[in-house]
């Protein structure tokens, strides 16, 4: 590794600190929200089993 290559890297400014929190966020929220519907869509397909499996 050369010496250019380590460099230190300036902090954010405030604003962008914010907005690659708010990306950070974002991208969790997507996450979690696609993780509940693919709950649900389980819990769905079970009960749609246990149904016909009943009867």
Not at 6 to 11: D, H, R, Y
Not at 27 to 52: G, P, Y
Request: net charge positive; no cysteine; aromatic share 0%.
């Amino acid at each position: 590794m050369k010496i250019l290559e380590i460099t230190a890297i300036k902090p954010p400014n405030p604003q962008q600190a914010r907005i690659d929190g708010l990306k950070r966020q974002k991208e969790a929220s997507t996450k979690a929200l696609k993780a509940e519907r693919d709950r649900q869509k389980i819990t769905k397909a079970q009960q749609t089993i246990a149904s016909v499996r009943l009867g």
